[in-house]
């Protein structure tokens, strides 16, 4: 069967038109196909057939409102995309909430079918019993009515942190340090004043380079103030949601039934593994802080913040590992990394990238074809620049999710990276995110859409994006497309430089990792009255670095959103990537044999069996943690 890309509007005009038809014409067939489920005789198969069928439709339509409310440029489609959204969940959670659905399905035999028949029936009446369906009319009622309150919470969280962008103006004397690029972009006012915004590409250049800490201070006030005070309410109000939801339906608390359907399990043992993590790092965390503080005291500054220690941070690389970051610069153009993530993932999995020339949402983005061994696998579009209203981190979003036979994949890479050029941690960052894409795009011929993309226990989906971090690192890698203005590709002397000074760091951002963790963790267990005051509670438990009075870190904190008491995940994740990673040859990045197995093994196979299953095969063993310990004490 030929299958083409979704068509978009090739007008602005009509794209409100179009996602009217696109997602809300996907829910009346969904409709139409739960009406099929609910009348085929019970015992039937075609009943988890339908059951696919709605479930790709829900899919369908989540997708799209999901991505054009956060890329968009215009307000008109983006609050129609909010409004069909809403629509979208109350849809999704009546139908988890269906006894008569839940009955159709409850009546299949699991020896009448085959294994990935068998995992995703077992996965759906799980879904539908953490819904509540098998409670009484009372406790669903009250599950419908959190349903469509955390909608409405969860989408005024996001919207206040892209729509709350909020600016310093600092004297443009405060630039000095700042590379050439950045100054020229940011003139001065009448004033003699620039204008810096919490936009990543303005935020952390200024934190890194500008040597001047009265205005890094400003600067940063601001950054850790975002979507403050109008998410703090928002938060406790999803906090409490979301402890009530998961006591209605028998659990002791939110982490408890986040942690069921992740490989962790247990929400004590999210708390636990923090524990461990910050354990094992703090002794290296306290040196690297003894030297950045030694450095910092040099320019008069007595505690290492928020404000200052990416300051002395990148001082200590430059004076102690012989890296300045703005010589860095000069390899990664924008144009030639972009070009260069595709020539090196291409070579890597064997996929070649076609670029097409299709309408889309932004005059930004590019669009290729993804083939693989002839044929067209799917369609990504790169979206990486930052403008109003937009998406303000870094993210893939799906557009289409992939099924076998019916529909290609479709996957959209989201971030906000400066036109010119990069530094080398948003080169990572791209590797990350292109690391999802990849993920999304390979597992999309599945028959059914619950294994499709990235499917996976979502502890595990960061693994192979971390993992493909490691190819940023490679001085093999990098000279494919890391060259300067004069074509010089990048020493490797400089990379090994680059990857030493990397290691300095370690200690102290891994505890910041586990400040993160457990805001997300303690949060959802506790749900303090005072979100402030318990957060500057946790800062000294477990971060190094001092916290900014009169900031509240936390209402500016996405993932808390999608997330919500697992952000432990990253650090989780990191763990089992440096462990796939042990399986690659170091002197051979490219080697394709590994690769091509890597692809087929973790990537293709989406969420059709459990991740610790997929790491086995990979491997050869279950995974251990041998190859995180040894990375985080060398």
């Excluded at 996405?558 to 989780?572: E, F, I, K, P, V």
């Amino acid at each position: 069967m030929s299958l083409a890309p979704l068509s978009l509007p090739t007008e602005p005009a009509a794209w409100t038109g179009w996602l009217d038809d696109r997602a809300r014409g996907s829910l009346r067939v969904a409709a139409d196909q739960v009406a099929a489920l609910k009348a085929a005789p019970a015992q039937d198969l075609a009943i988890l057939r339908s059951w696919n069928d709605a479930a790709i439709s829900v899919a369908n339509a989540s997708a799209i409102c999901g991505l054009l409310s956060s890329v968009h440029p215009d307000a008109a489609v983006i609050e129609l995309a909010e409004e069909i959204e809403v629509e979208v969940r109350r849809f999704a959670n009546e139908l988890l909430l269906d006894r008569e659905v839940f009955d159709q399905l409850s009546s299949l035999a699991e020896d009448a079918l085959d294994d990935g028949a068998r995992r995703v029936l077992r996965d759906a009446l799980r879904d539908f019993r953490r819904a509540g369906v098998d409670r009484d009319e009372t406790t669903r009622a009250r599950m419908r009515e959190l349903n469509e309150r955390e909608t409405e919470l969860s989408q005024g969280f996001s919207r206040n942190i892209r729509d709350g962008r909020r600016t310093a103006r600092v004297p443009a004397s405060a630039l000095a340090g700042l590379p050439e690029d950045f100054v020229a972009e940011h003139p001065a006012d009448d004033a003699g004043l620039v204008a810096i915004t919490t936009e990543y590409p303005d935020v952390h250049p200024f934190l890194t380079y500008s040597a001047d800490a009265e205005a890094r201070r400003a600067v940063a006030m601001e950054y850790f103030n975002l979507a403050w005070p109008e998410n703090d309410q928002v938060l406790g109000d999803l906090l409490r949601l979301r402890q009530e939801k998961a006591q209605l339906v028998g659990y002791a608390d939110w982490p408890d039934f986040d942690a069921e359907v992740k490989m962790i399990g247990k929400g004590a043992a999210i708390g636990e593994f923090i524990e461990r993590i910050a354990a094992d790092s703090v002794d290296a965390g306290r040196r690297e802080l003894a030297i950045l503080a030694e450095r910092g005291a040099r320019d008069g500054i007595a505690t290492i913040d928020l404000s200052n220690w990416r300051y002395c941070f990148e001082a200590v690389k430059r004076e102690q590992h012989g890296v300045d970051a703005q010589e860095v610069r000069r390899y990664f153009d924008f144009a030639k990394v972009h070009q260069g993530l595709l020539d090196v993932t291409g070579r890597l999995f064997g996929l070649t990238y076609v670029p097409v020339d299709a309408p889309t949402w932004h005059a930004d983005v590019t669009s290729y074809d993804v083939h693989l061994d002839g044929g067209l696998l799917g369609r990504i579009h790169l979206d990486l620049h930052p403008r109003d209203r937009k998406y303000n981190h870094a993210a893939q979003f799906d557009l289409v999710p992939g099924v076998r036979d019916r529909q290609l994949p479709e996957g959209v890479l989201v971030c906000n990276f400066p036109r010119g050029l990069m530094d080398h941690d948003e080169v990572v960052t791209l590797f990350h995110e292109f690391g999802h894409l990849m993920h999304h795009v390979l597992a999309g011929r599945h028959e059914w859409v619950r294994f499709s993309g990235v499917a996976t226990e979502w502890d595990f989906v960061e693994a192979p994006s971390q993992m493909l971090e490691e190819w940023a690192w490679d001085a093999g890698v990098l000279q494919v497309f890391a060259t300067d203005a004069d074509g010089n590709a990048i020493p490797t002397d400089l990379v090994e430089r680059m990857r030493a000074a990397d290691e300095f760091g370690k200690g102290f951002l891994t505890r910041t990792q586990m400040l993160y963790a457990a805001i997300s963790y303690r949060f959802h267990l506790e749900v303090p009255d005072d979100l402030t005051a318990r957060l500057f509670e946790l800062y000294p438990e477990y971060s190094l670095i001092t916290p900014l009075a009169g900031t509240h870190f936390h209402a500016g904190f996405g993932h808390l959103d999608g997330y919500t008491s697992a952000y432990y995940t990253y650090a989780w994740s990191l763990v089992i990537a440096k462990d796939l990673f042990s399986a690659f040859d170091p002197d051979d990045l490219f080697d394709p044999e590994r690769a091509r197995r890597y692809r087929d093994t973790i990537l293709a196979a989406g969420g059709s069996k459990d991740a610790a299953t997929l790491v086995e095969e990979f491997l050869g063993r279950p995974y251990d943690t041998e190859a995180f310990t040894t990375w985080l004490n060398r």
